[in-house]
């Protein structure tokens, strides 16, 4: 860290403290004995995603973006929505600042945040991404969505803990639960 007023290498730090999403450092330089503020984000050098295989890879905003934006085609969406949505989680995906995160968490945070803004863009997501195993779970999630209507809250203030759980719920709306009757899924894909 170069002195920003003499642009000595060395300084000495007086004071720490942590903030938001940092650590904000009170320098004085130990040449001119200038006082200088750094600010030092907590981010992981690099992010990987934990696939459903396990397989580790690096986060990749390109493809998170893809997948959003393909579930958007078309629909009436004010400009530059997609990126933000991206942005955000993104964002969030670092301020958490963990070194890995399950794709299955991702997901959700897509989720989350289309089924507050467009249910068709929700479903297409969704279809995709949860692998709906046939049509009748599918048109579930179609009825509650429609049934729900109005009552989807704007985004919740926290992640599920338990993201599937929470599509039961979802899926099962006011019904009654029939955990016996899960659909079949095809299996070693
Ligand atoms: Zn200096």
């Given at each position: ?56 890879e690096?986060?990749?905003?390109n ?25 955000d989680?993104?964002?969030e995906?670092?301020?958490q ?28 997501f ?8 046939d049509i ?39 019904r ?14």
């Open positions: 860290m170069n002195c920003p007023y003499c642009d000595y290498s060395d300084c000495k730090v007086i004071d720490s403290r942590e903030v938001n999403d940092g650590i904000r450092r009170r320098r004085q330089c130990l040449s001119c004995g200038s006082r200088f503020t750094t600010y030092e984000r907590l981010q992981p050098a690099s992010l990987f995603v934990i696939k459903k295989d396990e397989r580790r690096e986060f990749n905003r493809k998170l973006l893809t997948g959003i934006r393909k579930a958007c085609e078309k629909r009436p969406l004010p400009t530059g929505i997609v990126d933000k949505l991206a942005d989680i993104e964002a995906l670092y301020r600042g963990k070194a890995e995160v399950p794709s299955a968490a991702i997901g959700d945070m897509v989720m989350e945040r289309l089924r507050s803004l467009d249910h068709i863009a929700y479903i297409r969704a279809s995709v991404y949860r692998e709906f195993a009748t779970t599918l048109k579930q999630e179609v009825d509650t969505l429609l049934g729900a209507g109005a009552e989807i809250s704007p985004l919740p203030g926290q992640l599920p803990l338990l993201p599937t759980e929470e599509l039961a719920g979802v899926i099962k709306g006011g009654a639960s029939r955990r016996g009757g899960r659909a079949k899924t095809r299996s070693g894909t």
